[in-house]
């Protein structure tokens, strides 16, 4: 059973930054696209940000396109989500995704999920 781990949530301030870490032991990595969601309390979850296999693209949500960067380590199994100009609104449990669709806005279309990870901003 694969397993993905998210870290490096937590607390910041309006404006600030945050990198979110996604370490994926026991996959074969690069044979999955990645993906990261959020979902805050009483609403959907909703994609953040997708990357293909080897990372030669990328895509996300027009609500942090120029805020967010996803990328990915095939040699250390790793995927990170660069977070910059954080709002109040981007406040929701994050998590990380792998799946065979590169890109996939929807979140059936992935096969495992982390655990999520909380990012709180404060205005």
């Known amino acids: 059973q694969a397993q993905l781990v998210e870290s490096g949530g937590g607390l910041v301030q309006a404006g600030g930054s945050l990198r979110l870490s996604c370490a994926a032991p026991g996959l074969t990595f690069a044979a999955y696209a990645m993906g990261w969601f959020r979902q805050a309390p009483g609403k959907e979850r909703e994609f953040v940000a997708g990357i293909s296999w080897a990372g030669t693209t990328t895509n996300y949500a027009d609500s942090v396109k120029g805020r967010f960067t996803i990328s990915r380590d095939n040699a250390e199994n790793t995927v990170d989500l660069q977070m910059i100009s954080l709002k109040p609104e981007d406040t929701a449990a994050y998590y990380c995704?792998?799946?065979?669709?590169?890109?996939?806005?929807?979140?059936?279309?992935?096969?495992?999920w982390g655990q999520g990870i909380q990012v709180t901003v404060s205005s």
């Open positions: 995704a792998a799946g065979r669709v590169p890109g996939a806005r929807n979140w059936s279309s992935y096969l495992y």
